[in-house]
């Protein structure tokens, strides 16, 4: 059996992803699907690093349009520091993301305590 599920969804969805790309319409859909999940993948992140950056976030609301201004004197400079090391970790020192996780882990700890 296979260790992780993940590879079962990929075996079983290749073949129906391979169809789907022969048929044009379907194409059309599957592109269409694809975009609007990394438009909102991009959203929720975006989100989600403000609210960690920055201890306050203000709603700004203008017709139908939501936009959310960090309070620039509230940025976490702790947060900062991890996110520049887990990246130089990541992109330059070619680290798997087990240890980046476990190292900003540990130095979250101890940057919060002190």
Not at 37 to 52: D, Q
């Amino acid at each position: 059996m296979l260790s992780r599920p993940c590879f079962l969804f990929i075996f079983v969805g290749a073949p129906c992803i391979a169809w789907t790309n022969t048929r044009s319409r379907l194409k059309g859909a599957l592109t269409g699907i694809t975009e609007s999940v990394v438009g909102v993948i991009f959203n929720l992140a975006l989100r989600f690093a403000l609210n960690v950056f920055f201890t306050q976030v203000n709603k700004q609301e203008k017709g139908i349009l939501v936009l959310w201004t960090p309070v620039l004197e509230t940025l976490d400079w702790r947060v900062g520091v991890l996110a520049a090391l887990s990246a130089y970790l990541m992109l330059f020192r070619h680290w798997d993301i087990i240890k980046v996780l476990g190292v900003a882990a540990i130095l979250a700890v101890i940057l919060t305590r002190s």
